[in-house]
């Protein structure tokens, strides 16, 4: 059975490195897509500070469709090239947004949401997904957060093989 520790970091550096270390022992030997997801969100949710939704929404029918997460209730289908995360999708690059509410055509799933960083999961080529991180705080992520964030979603695609 797998063991969370919260993480105790002095830097952002440090944590991700951590996280790193947890997420491959916590998706070692598994390969389940949503299984992964589950416990990769519930991971993070509980490991970062100033967030309010964590979780994953997986390419369906030529959209995105909500999969696991932690957080309140969240908006169940996305188009491609909408919001933050169908604008990840679509171009394929983490989008980095300091305050939502100057993003062209942001959704409004939690109104408590001011900062947001969405990480795409592309898998064999393909874009499976996204991997997305709310905050009530402006400005809550930056440079070093997408950077860690984009390794521990290589580790989750990794997981899947």
Same mark, same amino acid.
């Given at each position: ?90 171009? $394929?690059?983490?989008?980095? &947004? =300091? ?10 799933? +939690?109104? @408590? *949401? $001011?900062?947001?960083?969405? &990480? =795409? ?10 991997? +997305?991180? @709310? *905050? ?26």
């Amino acid at each position: 059975m797998f063991e969370m520790k919260k993480p105790v970091a002095d830097s952002k550096h440090a944590l991700y490195a951590d996280l790193l270390s947890q997420a491959k022992g916590l998706l070692h030997d598994e390969h389940d897509q949503v299984a992964n997801a589950a416990n990769f969100a519930a991971l993070l949710y509980h490991s970062l500070e100033d967030v309010n939704w964590v979780g994953f929404y997986f390419m369906k029918g030529g959209e995105l469709l909500v999969g696991p997460f932690q957080g309140k209730p969240a908006c169940v289908h996305i188009a491609l090239g909408k919001g933050v995360c169908g604008a990840a999708a679509q171009t $394929r690059k983490t989008q980095l &947004v =300091p305050d939502v509410n100057a993003f062209p055509g942001h959704i409004f799933c +939690d109104g @408590d *949401s $001011r900062s947001e960083l969405v &990480v =795409p999961l592309i898998h064999k080529g393909e874009v499976l997904g996204v991997l +997305d991180l @709310d *905050s009530p705080k402006l400005a809550r992520f930056d440079a070093d957060d997408q950077q860690g964030l984009e390794a521990l979603v290589k580790v989750f695609l990794d997981s899947l093989r």
